[in-house]
């Protein structure tokens, strides 16, 4: 099975675009893409309630999407209970956009959220962030001892991702600028392929690059379709999802 960890569907304020579901699954379907991680951007740019609420009832009507939570820190009242409620509903997988929407990781807010997601034992989506962030994901986030994915490391941040995905065994990332020659095998080499997981950045980026790599990567083929898919059923516990 196929499966995109880096994917989203709704308004952007700042874009006249159309990133309806219904274009998301037809991308999808388009790559032959079985099943992906998604979360609507209402809870992004808005309120992660309704957002979450959007998420649910979308997902529920597309069996290839696999819904995402998210929660912003900056709301405070309600975010523990969110974090229950979506757990409690079915959601495996929490994503979180703190550059974004202006807040940091080293906070006691997001500390706090963290404890709920470990409680809970969901797994957690975020980004790269600016030289330096990954690190703080490792040396912080890490310890809670929930799954990290780290999403859109590009070429200039590859040496601290091959570092952190390499230190702390629950930290991992996807390939969605992982687009120059050899920095698919190179993190395979180095933190082992099973840190990998495939993801486009759908519908915000293009997707050819981040899937063409991969195809051509120099890896067995056992590794190749583990990074399409199995590492995320198997880290992001999504058997049954």
Known sequence: MLIDVNTCFGKNPKQRVDWSPEVLVGELATKGIDRALACSLRGVEYDFVSGNEETWKICSQHECLIPVATIDPRRHFGCLDEVERCAERGFRVVRFFPQRQGWSINSRPFFNICEAVAEYGLAALLPAGPPGHQSLIGELIAPFGFN??????????????????????????????????????????????????????????????????????????????????????????????
């Open 148 to 241: 990290v994915v780290i999403l859109g490391a590009g070429y200039g941040a590859h040496a601290e991702t091959y570092a952190v995905t390499s230190a702390y065994e629950n930290i991992f990332c996807d390939t969605q600028l992982f687009n120059t020659p050899g920095s698919i095998e190179g993190l395979a080499f180095v933190s082992g392929a099973h840190k990998l997981m495939y993801g486009s950045g759908l519908l915000e980026r293009y997707s050819g690059p981040s899937y063409t790599m991969l195809q051509n990567a120099s890896l067995s083929e056992d590794d190749r379709w583990a990074i399409f898919g199995g590492n995320a059923m198997e880290y992001l516990h999504l058997e049954g999802a």
